[in-house]
């Protein structure tokens, strides 16, 4: 027999009304709508009724068993249309054919030559950190750190000399694509935008160009720019709009991932103390490398506790393309679907404890029990984030490198959750304030 969808009754309204006020922030009103209505629910407002579809076999069907009814291009939303071709919102053969294309430059193999760079730009970005004297925004000295990464590593190109003319604008598009009004009023004029997006094409189509002319005499090619100038059949507005889809998926959520751990581990000094010991055992006073990531176990669980808490990606959208059933629930073709790593990973069905933060929960003992789907920072399927590899060492020789050289302690105050294109901590208006100082 097909159930009815769950919407909001007022009373449920007006408690995730009180919790988003409370909490200043828009995930404490999904949680009460999650509490309140149960694992599949639809949101009632006007213009925007998505079904969400909570834990871990819901987690299945959207990513796995119903991927091909499911479309990841929503033709009117924001992402879509500074995306354009890219990776994150394509489907059918376009989306796989260049998903070929470009794995090389994320695959496993490809990681160890990125390591250099990795230790390289923390240093050269961390290096004033230990004499400021007052605290850092921590939020944003990582994104300083994550996006010379990326384009150092992916495209092979130093953004450092760009980025005071970047910066805005990255920030920029970043809220272009973040929830807003949009959702309820897509064709929403959207002024002030424009300038962001010009500056940050002039900067990728010069990158192309540039590439194209020197890449006969490159002794290096297997980065994804020159994959992507020597793949056939490539267009500049094709390889613009990859390089566009990395700098953003690819910045962004390592940026989320780190500052939200860097929160965390200021919130339990314990486990701080723990993660510093740790890369002084493993690595020393040498520069964190491959060698150590299997050793560094409690940095490891640290990183998973961080983005089950806070998952940066929290969600993700879909497109019913054919009338679809979950469990009993008739979803009709072109409804928004969504799933929620962020509402998963705080199921209290999963895990114990939920709002604990405890990363020895990851040891392999305690997790023999957990379904499959359960923790999903990084997607699933055959469209699991091409990036995970990558993400994993990123996290790990960055936080290493920084534990090892500096100690961080919170500005008291409390710290909000943000949604903008991923999770971030906010607070008073700010990121993540802490101080930090040069150890030893
Ligand atoms: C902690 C870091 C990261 C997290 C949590 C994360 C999370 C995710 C998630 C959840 C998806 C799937 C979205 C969906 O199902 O709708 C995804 C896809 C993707 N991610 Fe990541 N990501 C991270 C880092 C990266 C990095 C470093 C890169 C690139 C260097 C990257 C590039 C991409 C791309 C291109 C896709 C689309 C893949 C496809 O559809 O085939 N991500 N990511």
């Known amino acids: 027999m097909t159930q009815t969808i769950p919407v909001p009754d007022n009373v449920t309204a007006l408690a995730a009304l009180r919790a988003m006020i409370r909490e200043r922030s828009v995930m404490a009103g999904l949680e ?57 919102v394509t489907d059918g ?23 250099a760079q990795m230790v390289h730009t923390t240093d050269a970005i961390s290096a004033r950190w230990g004499h ?28 450092l000399p760009d980025l005071n003319t970047l910066w805005d604008a990255v920030l920029k598009l970043l809220k272009y694509i973040s929830p807003g009004a949009w959702l309820v009023w897509p064709g929403a004029p959207r002024p002030g935008y424009g300038w ?61 991932m780190l500052a939200w751990t860097f929160a965390l581990l200021g919130q339990h000094p314990d486990a701080l103390a723990r993660a510093q010991a740790e890369v002084d055992a493993v690595v020393g006073a040498g520069d964190p490398g491959m060698e150590h990531l299997d050793r560094l176990d409690y940095l490891d669980r640290v990183l998973k506790e961080s983005m089950r808490f806070y998952p940066p990606a929290h969600l993700g959208n879909r497109l019913a393309a054919a009338d679809l059933d979950f469990e ?41 029990d957990r379904p499959h789907y359960a923790y999903v920072p990084f997607g699933g399927g055959a469209r699991t984030c091409i990036g995970m590899p990558f993400a994993q060492v990123e996290g790990k020789i960055v936080l290493a490198r920084l534990l090892q050289r500096f100690t961080f302690a919170l500005v008291p105050g409390p710290i ?24 030893g």
């Open 196 to 256: 962001a997006m010009r500056q940050v094409d002039d900067w990728l189509y010069r990158l192309i160009r540039e590439r194209r002319a020197t890449i006969h005499t490159r002794e290096h090619c297997a980065d994804l720019l020159s994959i992507l100038v020597t793949a056939p059949g490539v267009t500049d507005d094709m390889i613009r709009d990859q390089l566009l889809t990395m700098v953003i998926a690819g910045h962004d959520t390592s940026t989320a």
């Open 328 to 368: 009993g629930y008739h979803i009709p073709a072109g409804s928004r679907v969504v799933y929620s790593p962020y509402l998963t990973h705080r199921h209290p069905a999963l895990w114990d404890d939920p709002l604990r933060f405890d990363p020895d929960r990851w040891l392999p003992e305690r997790g023999a």
């Open 93 to 115: 053969a376009l989306h796989d054919g260049m998903r070929r294309t470009m794995s090389p430059a994320l695959h496993r193999q490809a990681l160890p030559g990125y390591v």
């Open 416 to 439: 909000r959750v943000y949604m903008g294109a991923t999770l971030e901590p906010r607070m008073n208006g700010a990121g993540l304030r802490m101080h930090v100082r040069a150890r």
């Open 132 to 159: 400021l004297g007052q605290p850092l925004d921590l939020l944003d000295e990582i994104r300083r750190i994550a996006l010379p990464i990326l384009t150092g590593t992916m495209f092979d190109v130093n953004v």
């Open 32 to 88: 009460a709508f999650h509490a309140g209505l149960g694992d599949v629910f639809r949101l009632n407002l006007p213009g925007f009724a998505p079904v969400f579809l909570i834990g871990p076999e819901a987690n299945r069907f959207v990513l796995v068993s119903a991927r091909d009814d499911l479309r990841w291009r929503l033709e009117s939303d924001p992402i879509d249309r500074l995306l354009r071709t890219g990776l994150l």
